[in-house]
């Protein structure tokens, strides 16, 4: 068996694991670093489920190998301090059984963190890189512009 | 999970990959270069792309170039494609992209892996071949630059073990006028029923086209049909269908017949754009 010795920047913390060079990121993070935030759903880069930060891009954990995201600064929803993008996911009730949940708020989160005047054209785009089995995606999109002008917001003010 | 096990080589030179992929199968081994990796891991976790080597590119600075110097755009083969269709540099090859897979997707699929990949769909070729685009390749006897359209059959015939570095395209390409667009059965994500990349240079429509047969293709006989301007665009397009490679792909995407009829229409959508001088278009 070809494992290797790998540590990870993972939340802010070096987190070394040994892995067999062909597990997924998704598998590792999730069965040996506890980290179960990221879920998993079509393992096939389709759903979104699994979405994590890595290096500030969104990440289909379950496309990517642990091996080769050593080096990398990766963040899970775990990492999240409770930002305003999860307030207004609770305030806007944007998840119904919640699986999808955390894939959509690392990716918006990446959004706003790269691009806070995104247009509405953009943000659909991102978006579309995630499924809501239960169809919750008119609340979802509310969150994220709602988060996205809170964003836009306090950089106005950092500027003043 | 991927249900075999490989080694993992990180290699930051495009000599170095060629001659560790060499020694690999003098050894009898299956090496595979790696980049976004999203086949060998969705294919390979259904034993339908296997590989007991690894050979990670990501690594090669050329392999991740994306700069325009000397009137030539450089983009390496590791390239993520959103990080092309970002750039904005050449808007027909970034709007093409766009509707690969899905964003996020983007940041891990490679324009090399997209070209060279086993899904056959490989739209990011489009653009490349009617720009007369180069592809900078590296192989046991050395480097060589070959024009995209000369190796291209379906997919880039790369000798065993070459590598593909880089792709080069000329700058007067990059502003041309040009439509692209990618039709789906349904919804917004998803495998094309048809895309069609097209440019007008010199007064002369080129286009190449993914999803209608089994790989994607450009045809000089058929632009030379569709710019012969003595007949109508609708009698044009019957006679540039007659043409097409075969076979014609049917499968739970759209029949043959599905496929050649909104081929037709987009034909006809693509001369009206072009040939009215109108730009970007999907």
Known sequence: MHIAEITLDINGEARSVTVRNADTLLYVIRDKLGLTGAKPGCLNGDCGACTIDVDGNPMKACLMLAVEAEGATITTVEGLKYTSLQAQFVDKFAFQCGYCTPGFIMNAQALINKNPHATD???TEWLESNICR???YKEIEEAVKTALAVARTALQEQLK | MIPYDFAYHRISTAEE?????QSLREQGRRPYYYAGGTELITLGRLSEVYADAVIDIKGIAECQTLQLEHNQLFMGAALPLAKIQESRFFPLLGQTISEIA????RNKITLGGNLCGHIYYREAVLPLLIADSEAVIEGKSGRRRAPLNSIFDGRPQLEEGELLVQLITQSDYLELPYYTVKKRRQWDIGYPLITVAALKKDGKIRLAISGVCPFPFRSERLEEILNNHRHSPETR????????PQPISGDVEGSPEYRIFVLKNTLLDALQALEGEAHAHS
């Open chain 1, 121 to 123: 054209m953009v943000i």
């Open chain 1, 134 to 136: 239960c169809t919750g």
């Open chain 2, 17 to 21: 990959a060629v001659k560790l992929h």
């Open chain 2, 102 to 105: 899905d964003q996020t997707a």
């Open chain 2, 237 to 244: 397009i019957e006679q540039a269908v007659q043409l097409l």
